[in-house]
Each structure stands twice: as C-alpha cells, then as structure tokens.
C-alpha cells in the first residue's frame, strides 16, 4: 500500500511539476522551446485504418522521416509538444498508440509487437519505405519491435529510457508495476487528458489496467535485439528506472566498449544522462535533440581516426 501511495503521489507531482514550469514559460515567453512549440502546427493530421485500429497521427514539417513513439499512458500533446519544434528540417510523424488519446481502443491485448505493427502500418499508409524511428519507455519497447520485426522500415533508432526486456529494469521498480491502479492516477494530468481527448471516463481504470498488463507479462527480445541491423542511439538517465549494465549489454554487443581512438567508432551510441530521471527524460531534449541530430545525420564511419 505505501508502494502504491508513493508511486501515485510521485507520478502527480512530478507531471504537474513539469507541466506547471512548461505553462508558465509558455505566458512569460522564458523558453525558447515552450513559445515555439505553441506555434508548431501539424502539416497533416488523421486517422489510418491498420489492424483493425484506427489510429490517431500527426505530421510536422518535412524532410528525412522521423517517428517519435510516447510512453505508457502518453499522448501526442503530454510526450512531444515542446519536443517537435525541436527537430528542424525533418517531416516529424507522431502516432498515440492503441487505447491512448485519440486511438481508440479495440477488443485486443495490447503488446509490443502489435503495436509495431500498428507502426508499420502506419508508415505504409504514408508512403514512407523508411524511416528514423525514437521511441521513449513504452515507446522504446515499440521502437526494438520495429527493429526486430520490420527492419526494412527501420534506418535507424534511438531509444529513450526503454527496455528490450523486462529485467532490464532495476527489480523495485519492475515490482511495482503490479501495484499500478487508476487510482494513483487520479487528478493527474494523465487522467485529465485521458478525459479531454474524448475518451469516457467510466473506462480509465480499464485503460490503466490495460497498458500496464504489458509488463506485468515477462518478456526478454535480448537475442533478437543484439542483432539489430540498424544503427541505435540508446540514452538512459543515471536516476532512471533502467539499469546501466541492461543498456551497456546491448551497446557491447553491438560493437561499443572499445577505445574509438584505437578501433574506430561503433555505429551505435550510448549516452547516460546526469542528474535525470525517467520521467525526467522527456525534458532533457535540449540536450538530447542535438546528440540525436548527430547521430541521424553522421557517416557513421567506424575507422580511427588518423592525426
């Protein structure tokens, strides 16, 4: 119960936290990012028909494709608002995975897999063979599906505070999961924009319930994920719920853990951030959008440099 208790009350705070020092940027015109992202209007906006989900999207800009994929209980407006304006020169499509937002849910479990697929679907319904693929928690989980189930639609992926199994988070926070209700989510911004997209209230303990069976349900991708073909920028706070050693495995293994200076490069990178949390990730992107610019726009050559 005090589990619980704490979980609710660190979710309410920190949210409206964050989004109380964003809406007050926004009216004194302090921030840079917050007063852009207000003006940021979508190119394209929609619903497409894929597996038997209609599913909500947007599209910013233009340039090399870029999907940005939100967390668990995210929408478009909670994960990226102040993030979208952030990446110019790129066509920037959002999506609210199954059951969030404007996506309506359907008689399906939701999982990983299905929800890459929705992705999938999604980038074919736009016409778009390839694309940047970053996905935060949740949607980082979705990001190493699409790399290991699509890998044709994936030139490369960046995942924020995500997992590619369910013991890669530290133990206390993958034990809480079970702890989750509606309940600790009442008054929060989560729940208020759950209401205000339409949705029927009556189904938000449903909803919450829902979303967090996914990882209730153990699940390892290690084998699969270590041979992504596709170039990964893996960023993790070092107060996230993620463990260091899950995201060094992975940068090992696809070819980090040497001196650059005397073997070259890896094409994949790993960066750890200070002084940041979890939740605290999505408001780190102006550190992180220029690393993730120099990753999608590097050679990615490997040979060491010569002096």
Request: charge should be neutral; aromatic fraction near 10%; charged fraction near 20%.
């Amino acid at each position: 119960m005090k589990t619980r208790k704490t979980l609710g009350l660190i979710i309410t705070l920190v949210f409206g936290l964050l989004l109380s020092c964003q809406h007050t940027n926004d009216r004194t015109g302090t921030s840079e990012n917050s007063s852009v992202a207000k003006s940021a209007k979508p190119s394209e906006t929609g619903y497409v028909d894929v597996n038997g989900l209609k599913m909500y999207y947007e599209v910013y800009g233009e340039g090399k494709p870029l999907v940005l994929l939100h967390g668990s209980y995210m929408t478009i407006p909670l994960n990226w608002s102040h993030a979208i304006p952030m990446f110019k020169g790129r066509k920037v499509i959002v999506a609210e995975m199954q059951g969030h937002g404007r996506t309506r849910d359907i008689a399906r479990k939701i999982s990983y897999e299905g929800m890459a697929d929705d992705v999938s679907g999604l980038l074919k319904y736009l016409q778009i063979d390839s694309a940047d693929i970053l996905g935060y928690s949740m949607g980082g989980g979705v990001a190493f599906q699409m790399a290991i189930r699509h890998p044709e639609q994936v030139r490369r992926l960046i995942v924020l505070s995500g997992s590619y199994a369910h013991d890669g988070w530290w133990p206390d926070v993958e034990a809480s999961y079970s702890s989750i209700t509606a309940d600790i989510f009442k008054g929060s911004p989560i729940e208020k924009q759950y209401d205000s997209l339409g949705n029927d209230p009556k189904h938000f303990p449903e909803f919450v319930k829902k979303v967090i069976s996914i990882d209730l349900e153990p699940y390892d991708w290690s084998k699969e994920a270590k041979k992504i073909k596709a170039p990964l920028f893996m960023a993790i706070g070092d107060a996230d719920g993620i463990q260091y050693e899950h995201a060094l495995a992975l940068f090992r293994a696809l070819g980090g853990g040497k001196m650059g200076d005397i073997h070259g490069l890896p094409k994949s990178r790993l960066a750890i951030l200070p002084g940041t949390t979890h939740i605290g990730m999505m408001y780190r992107m102006d550190w992180l959008v220029p690393m993730i610019d120099d990753f999608l726009n590097s050679d990615l050559k490997t040979t060491a440099p010569t002096f």
